[in-house]
């Protein structure tokens, strides 16, 4: 059994680790050319790296906003303060307390006690805020959605604001592109349905509450102290990076579903038909390639990190050339294709049809043979 110490420490690690690190995802890891640097670009304390097959936190720098795990567009920055489940159930529960509104806090105005804790749901900055958790309030009938501040420009966040930005008018146009008029709302204030009535239930709340989340925390602790010694006795170790990003049969890198993109799709499928017929968005993105410059290469396939674009098992009616497949829904817009391509042949775009990107089907492109070679043996009989 562990002992006191064993759990103690990995009380703390669990405790202060904010954002866990899947370098599988990561653009930049897989591939050194990848021009992406959107996490980095949105930590306001420099302390994410990603450039040169390395994807790292500093911890000791890292102030838990979650601003960079908003902006990664791979998911290879994974919040853990709080985890998308615990703030979904979070928000739930204040839904109820509200009788309909959702209202998110960051931990600055939270501080105040200006509102009721079981009437929202708190999060360290408002940049931990991303479109699906948002969508998806929506499509469940949620008419108030609130996202309550403090002061931004006093703030040690103050960088975050226009990412936070980014991210409510990106969430508005996805409602507005399905018909819905509800909208996402940011306020310095909270509402009145969410306000504190009763200080003295705070305080008696608030220490419950610590106790509570102290005895749960010990018990994660000591079954996280448990797995850990266990893989320590036990002697093995799990597969390497180099390992886990090893060539699949069908030649590509390993592949995996952006899971917060597929629950954005999901959002909007439910909140009803699009209305309007392409839509601009930092979430999804779309494909073209100049064909007469392309070589047929197929690195953009082999690189691209969702399935987005692959070669394609069927063939040109007129037998010529080859044919890639490309999924919007797919497209997480890394640009990884774009930087992998060796002819400098294909741009990634912002703008999405609507209609593409709820086709089952996946749009073809056609591109020709490439040019053939000349031979030594042929240039000395010239």
Same mark, same amino acid.
């Given at each position: 059994?562990?002992?006191?110490?064993?759990?103690?420490?990995?009380? &703390?690690?669990l405790?202060?680790k @904010?954002?866990?690190?899947?370098?599988?995802?990561c653009v930049?890891?897989?591939? #050194?050319?990848?021009?992406?640097?959107? +996490?980095?670009?949105?930590c306001p304390?420099?302390?994410v790296?990603?450039?040169?097959?390395?994807?790292?936190l500093?911890?000791?720098m890292?102030?838990?906003c979650?601003?960079?795990?908003?902006?990664?567009?791979t998911?290879?920055?994974?919040?853990?303060?709080?985890?998308?489940?615990?703030? @979904?159930?979070?928000?739930?529960?204040?839904?109820?307390a509200?009788?309909? %509104?959702?209202v998110f806090?960051c931990a600055r105005?939270?501080? =105040?006690h200006?509102?009721?804790?079981?009437?929202? @749901?708190?999060?360290?900055?408002l %940049? #931990?805020m991303e479109?699906?958790?948002?969508?998806g309030?929506?499509?469940?009938?949620?008419?108030?959605?609130?996202?309550?501040?403090g002061?931004?420009?006093?703030?040690?966040?103050?960088a975050?604001v $226009?990412?936070?930005?980014?991210v409510?008018?990106s969430?508005?146009?996805l409602?507005?592109?399905q018909?819905?008029d509800?909208?996402?709302?940011?306020?310095s204030?909270?509402p009145?349905?969410?306000?504190?009535?009763d200080r003295?239930k705070?305080?008696?709340a608030?220490?419950? /509450?610590?106790?509570t989340?102290a005895?749960s925390?010990?018990?994660?602790?000591?079954g996280k102290?448990?797995?850990?010694v266990?893989?320590?006795n036990?002697?093995?170790?799990?597969?390497s990076?180099? &390992?886990?990003? =090893?060539?699949?049969?069908?030649g590509t890198?390993?592949q995996f579903?952006?899971?917060? #993109?597929?629950?954005v799709?999901?959002?909007?499928?439910?909140?009803?038909?699009?209305?309007?017929?392409?839509?601009d968005t930092?979430l999804?993105?779309s494909?073209s390639?100049?064909a007469?410059?392309?070589?047929?290469?197929?690195m +953009?396939?082999?690189?691209?990190?969702? /399935?987005?674009? =692959?070669?394609?098992?069927?063939?040109? &009616?007129d /037998?010529e050339g080859?044919?890639?497949?490309?999924?919007?829904?797919?497209?997480?817009? +890394?640009?990884?294709?774009?930087?992998?391509?060796?002819?400098?042949c294909?741009?990634?775009?912002?703008?999405?049809?609507t209609?593409e990107?709820?086709?089952?089907?996946?749009?073809?492109i056609h591109?020709p043979?490439? $040019?053939?070679?000349t031979g030594?043996?042929?240039?000395?009989? #010239?």
């Amino acid at each position: 059994m562990p002992n006191l110490i064993d759990i103690v420490e990995v009380a &703390e690690a669990l405790e202060t680790k @904010a954002v866990y690190l899947a370098p599988d995802r990561c653009v930049v890891v897989r591939n #050194r050319h990848a021009s992406c640097a959107k +996490c980095a670009d949105a930590c306001p304390s420099g302390a994410v790296f990603a450039a040169n097959n390395v994807l790292e936190l500093d911890e000791g720098m890292c102030v838990a906003c979650g601003a960079c795990t908003t902006a990664c567009p791979t998911e290879a920055l994974i919040p853990l303060q709080p985890l998308d489940e615990d703030l @979904a159930a979070a928000v739930a529960d204040a839904v109820v307390a509200t009788d309909g %509104a959702a209202v998110f806090a960051c931990a600055r105005i939270a501080s =105040k006690h200006v509102g009721d804790p079981t009437k929202y @749901a708190e999060v360290p900055c408002l %940049a #931990r805020m991303e479109e699906s958790v948002l969508l998806g309030l929506a499509a469940r009938g949620v008419r108030d959605i609130v996202l309550v501040d403090g002061t931004c420009a006093t703030c040690k966040f103050r960088a975050n604001v $226009p990412g936070i930005d980014a991210v409510v008018a990106s969430a508005n146009d996805l409602i507005a592109t399905q018909g819905s008029d509800i909208r996402v709302v940011r306020a310095s204030e909270f509402p009145e349905v969410a306000l504190l009535e009763d200080r003295q239930k705070l305080l008696g709340a608030s220490r419950r /509450g610590f106790f509570t989340q102290a005895r749960s925390r010990a018990k994660d602790a000591a079954g996280k102290t448990v797995e850990v010694v266990a893989f320590k006795n036990d002697g093995s170790r799990g597969p390497s990076l180099r &390992e886990r990003l =090893k060539m699949s049969d069908a030649g590509t890198l390993p592949q995996f579903n952006p899971e917060r #993109r597929m629950r954005v799709l999901d959002a909007m499928d439910q909140l009803g038909q699009p209305v309007v017929p392409e839509i601009d968005t930092r979430l999804f993105g779309s494909v073209s390639i100049d064909a007469e410059k392309c070589s047929a290469c197929g690195m +953009c396939t082999v690189f691209c990190p969702t /399935g987005a674009l =692959k070669k394609s098992e069927l063939e040109p &009616e007129d /037998g010529e050339g080859s044919l890639l497949e490309f999924s919007a829904a797919d497209c997480v817009q +890394c640009n990884l294709c774009a930087d992998a391509c060796l002819k400098n042949c294909l741009t990634v775009s912002a703008t999405v049809s609507t209609e593409e990107l709820f086709d089952f089907e996946p749009r073809l492109i056609h591109l020709p043979d490439p $040019p053939k070679r000349t031979g030594i043996l042929s240039s000395l009989k #010239r």
